[in-house]
């Protein structure tokens, strides 16, 4: 089992910056990849960043593109995605998950998910 804890969020302005936190703990010595979802309100969770535990190859969704980084700390366990020029667009909750497959961008494909961090972005 692994346990995820998410932590940063907070309420910033737009054009603002915000680095969130991933903290893993348990298992993790076959650990595929973690991912970041958010899920605003009414709204589907859909795929934000995904990094790949072993190459550290990420993939990030279009609408973040050039605005948001994925990266990771393997001797703490932890991973961040820091998150700039953000917009109200971007206002969601902010989970992050362990993936059990490569397929990254599903939330199916996810089977540990931390108990999320609320951004909201004002205009």
């Known amino acids: 089992q692994v346990q995820l804890v998410e932590s940063g969020g907070g309420l910033v302005q737009a054009g603002g910056s915000l680095r969130l936190s991933c903290a893993l703990s348990g298992r993790t010595a076959d650990l595929i990849g973690l991912g970041w979802f958010r899920q605003g309100p009414g709204k589907e969770r859909t795929f934000v960043a995904y990094?790949?535990?072993?190459?550290?190859?990420?993939y990030l969704a279009d609408s973040v593109k050039g605005r948001f980084t994925i990266s990771r700390n393997n001797a703490m366990n932890t991973v961040y995605l820091q998150m700039n020029s953000l917009k109200p667009e971007d206002t969601a909750v902010y989970y992050c998950?362990?993936?059990?497959?490569?397929?990254?961008?599903?939330?199916?494909?996810?089977?540990?998910w931390g108990q999320g961090t609320q951004v909201t972005v004002s205009s």
């Open positions: 998950a362990r993936a059990r497959s490569t397929s990254y961008s599903f939330p199916a494909n996810y089977d540990s």
């Open positions: 990094i790949d535990w072993t190459t550290a190859t990420t």
